[in-house]
């Protein structure tokens, strides 16, 4: 899928240092590195540093399906966590598996390698 770059990264996810590994529609995959900004206090990926990736990520499947001339939003999302990321990298794989004309419904599972460390699953509004 060719788009623009500016379309794909925004300043917060540039920031967190997200890197996009696949877009296709309604599916996305991104990868972060733990690095020490965001550590927690207890020296694993802080929870936020991975909602926030997990955000970004099912918002790029998001407009892979409906397309990047139309902006969706998050409506709710849920996260479990299951493993702490001490060391390394993750990779969030978001895909679409309802895509309605005002409503999407998002599966997230992030990853270090075969070990699943978080699952999540959000709604989005079309605007």
């Not at 997200?18 to 995959?29: I, N, P, Q, V």
């Not at 702490?84 to 409503?103: D, L, N, S």
């Amino acid at each position: 899928m060719d788009i623009p770059e500016a379309l794909v990264h925004s300043a917060f996810s540039q920031m967190l240092g997200c890197r996009l590994l696949s877009l296709e529609k309604g599916k996305a995959e991104v990868a972060l590195a733990l690095e020490p900004h965001l550590r927690n206090r207890g020296q694993v990926m802080h929870g936020g540093a991975l909602f926030s990736l997990v955000d970004i990520t099912m918002g790029l499947a998001c407009s892979s399906h409906h397309g990047f001339d139309q902006q969706s939003v998050t409506l709710e999302c849920k996260i479990n966590y299951m493993r702490p990321v001490a060391q390394g990298e993750v990779v969030c794989v978001a895909t679409i598996v309802h895509g309605g004309k005002r409503t999407l419904v998002v599966d997230a599972e992030v990853l270090q390698g075969d070990k699943l460390m978080a699952k999540a699953q959000g709604t989005f509004v079309v605007l």
